[in-house]
């Protein structure tokens, strides 16, 4: 469904001071009105549920509810170190 690189993860638990352990929710978020509007991932810290689907990386779990599959479907974080930050690669967008 989506991946997380050793990388990007080693970004969010340092960002975030996260410990082994601690789980990170991926979603949708809409932001904006009309023509200027459009969708972006928001990640925050979060407990799931049972029927989450979830991949632990770099002892990290990474869930997603059911009704945001369809925005992370083949989705890849990754760390770029030009940019100093995680890079969203969204298929579902193109």
């Known amino acids: ?3 997380v690189t050793d990388s990007a993860a080693e970004f969010y638990k340092n960002e975030m001071e996260l410990n082994n352990g601690d789980c990170l929710r991926l979603f949708v978020r809409y ?5 200027s509007g459009g969708f972006s991932l ?3 810290s979060d407990k799931p549920a ?3 689907f ?4 770099g002892g990290i779990t990474y869930f997603v509810k059911p009704g ?7 989705m890849k974080l990754d760390y770029d170190a030009k940019c100093g ?3 969203c690669d969204l298929p579902s967008m193109a």
């Open 42 to 44: 928001g990640v925050m």
């Open 50 to 52: 049972t029927d989450d």
């Open 1 to 3: 469904m989506f991946v």
């Open 54 to 57: 979830k991949k632990e990386v």
């Open 85 to 87: 930050g995680v890079l």
């Open 68 to 74: 945001d599959e369809w925005f992370v479907d083949r």
């Open 31 to 35: 932001a904006g009105s009309g023509d």
